[in-house]
């Protein structure tokens, strides 16, 4: 009931506020820390995302206020755009009682718009780290008075390479002051910033009642990267997709296999971050009421998504995190429902789906690709079965007066029959009658999952080392490692760019995990990247000037050799 929620010390005001809401009771992450942050101690919370930790946190932040400071008391980091403008909208539904004043800040807005806001008076930002860092140095973003700070998603926040912006922010704030970090996983670069800038933090553990849903049946398929898109369209011609959410890595290839699928007569749409809000709920609520049937999402995007009777889970890009791959085949097989969750797993991800089967400790059967004789047979049993749906139902006196009239016209019923099966089947799309399975080489797999261990080494080294200090690649210009392609950027010292810059821009701007950006060379003018093979088209197709960094357009193009 609603009362629990006064009885974990919350005020009138916002009790009435999560009724409103809806809310019935408080989830166990809301149950554990709302009590210790409003008794004033620091807080370790570590909970999956669709947990309620934004209501964990933002309630005793909003209680915490006092309304006659004017100014801004409280700040909420968060590691991208699209969950910035999500905590800040709760945080005004949770105010609603209340006259609290808050502001969502981050790259891709106008500086102008957020300076306005801000001259106005706020009481709460909620922002991303490069922005708030960059409106803190242009003295626009006063934090004196701050005495509430919340890190969430902390360890997207080390992923996309945004842990020594917050502790820039960090040394900004009196040490009178509460910290709140939250985290779905604890690696160790986080477990040292908490040690550094928490007090005496109180832990919370939120795990989820089972790690994958007993229900629902997972599946692997071997593809090569560019079959993947003719093999999901095999998979949506023999599954019995009622429902189906669709997974991918960025924005863009969100909105890419979204139009494919429509193209061919697959009513699909994108879920990511470029949404505004009335988009995605107008998006939202044709896939509940079933008038869409295939969402195209990415990960942040799908964030606190709750949609019941997905028969389908399909990971068209593999997450990178084990605990990312339950959240996502969380959202099939509930309610004692069967649900189907399908892998689509090239050579170089492979690795990864060994940890997620070590993690979950659960098999994922590995099947093969649907043929070509396999999609025309079921296209067939779908064609028999919708002309026997329609003659169940009889033959009325004015079809029965139609056939006939077709007859005198000269035609036979066999001639009748092949017509209107040919109308019927005017929308099925060409079926490629190609090859798509992937060949087992077990030697090249093995050295593939090698090369990204090692790379994934490197990577937490540099994380973990690097403690501030510029980073140089210890290679000459034009050397790069292995699996990595060289690219050049138009921003170097002179722009006062550092790595964590560099690699927080890429990874938020185009999409792609903090790993699979390699050694980094600042020079006087320009700067030298290394990107993965595999996204390396993405980074120079979305960095030709469409973000900043540091008020700078970003250009990368291949490095000259």
Known sequence: ???????????????????????????????????????????????????????????????????????????????????????????????????VKILAVYGGQSYTIQKRALSRGVDVVVGTPGRLLDLLRQGELDLSHVHFLVIDEADEMLEMGFVDDVESILKELSSERQIALFSATMPTAIRKLADRYLVAPEKVSINPERITVAETVQRSYKVREENKFATLVRLMEVEDISSGLIFVRTKARSQEVSDELNRIGFPADALNGDLNQARREQVLGRFRQHTLKILVATDVAARGLDIEDVSHVINYDFPNDSEDYVHRIGRTGRAGKTGVAISLITPKE????????????????????????????????????????????????????????????????????????????????????????????????????????????????????????????????GQHEDGMVRL??????????????VVGAIASEVGIPGKAIGNIEILADHTLVDISEQHVQRVLKESTGKYQLRGNAVHLRLADR
């Not at 005020?11 to 942050?37: C, R, Y």
């Not at 050049?488 to 810059?501: A, T």
């Open 350 to 477: 492979r690795g990864l789906q060994k940890g997620v089967i070590a993690y979950t400790k659960q098999p994922m059967e590995e099947t093969p690709i649907p043929s070509f004789e396999d999609v025309e047979k079921h296209r067939e049993e779908r064609l028999v079965k919708r002309l026997s749906d329609h003659l169940m139902v009889g033959v009325t006196p004015a079809e029965r007066k139609l056939i006939q009239s077709l007859s005198d016209a000269g035609l036979s019923p066999v001639e009748v029959a092949v017509a209107a099966i040919r109308m019927m089947r005017e929308g099925e799309s060409k079926i490629h009658n190609v090859d798509l399975n992937e060949p087992v080489y077990e030697d090249k797999h093995k050295r593939l999952e090698e090369r990204h261990e090692r790379n994934d080494r490197q990577r937490d080294a540099w994380t973990d080392k690097r403690d501030r200090k510029p980073y140089k690649s210890g290679g000459k210009s």
């Open 488 to 501: 050049w950027m138009n921003l170097g010292n002179k722009n006062g760019i550092r790595p964590s810059d």
């Open 1 to 99: 009931m609603v009362s629990q929620f006064h009885d974990l010390g919350l005020e009138d005001q916002f009790v009435q506020a999560v009724g409103k809401m809806g809310f019935v009771e408080p989830t166990p992450i809301q149950s554990a820390a709302i009590p210790i942050l409003l008794a004033g101690h620091d807080i370790i919370g570590q909970a999956q995302t669709g947990t309620g930790k934004t209501a964990a946190f933002m309630l005793p932040l909003l209680q915490g206020l006092n309304p006659s400071t004017h100014a801004v008391q409280a700040l909420v980091l968060a590691p991208t755009r699209e969950l910035a403008k999500q905590v800040a909208d709760a945080g005004t539904l949770l105010g609603q009682e209340t006259n």
